[in-house]
């Protein structure tokens, strides 16, 4: 599973063809960890809308400065649940 290295700040992760209600709950899932903040952000704008592909681009994670491993390792919990259902999760490269 491709997800966050430890300890770094904040990523960008996104699922093929994942659907956007499931991005919502993959997102409320991580919300309940505490000290990581998620969100969805937008496809490149360049793509054609296409009702078979999901219409978010992805989602973001930043944690607190003070996370613990605890934390790190719940995220990868959850990730791993949904990735074993959906598919893999791609890190991609976050401009912020």
């Known amino acids: 599973m491709k997800t966050a290295k430890q300890k770094q700040q904040r990523y960008q992760i996104s699922c093929k063809g994942l ?4 991005y919502q709950e993959v997102a ?6 505490g000290k990581v903040q998620v969100g969805l952000f937008s496809p490149p ?4 809308f296409d009702y078979n592909k999901s219409q978010v ?19 990868n919990q959850i990730l791993a649940y949904y990735e074993e259902i959906f598919g893999y999760w791609e890190e991609n490269l976050d401009d912020s």
């Open 19 to 22: 659907p956007l209600a499931v």
């Open 28 to 33: 409320a899932h991580l919300r309940q960890v």
């Open 45 to 48: 704008s360049s793509e054609l």
């Open 57 to 75: 681009g992805g989602l973001w994670l930043e944690y607190s400065e003070d996370a613990e491993d605890a934390i790190y390792q719940k995220v």
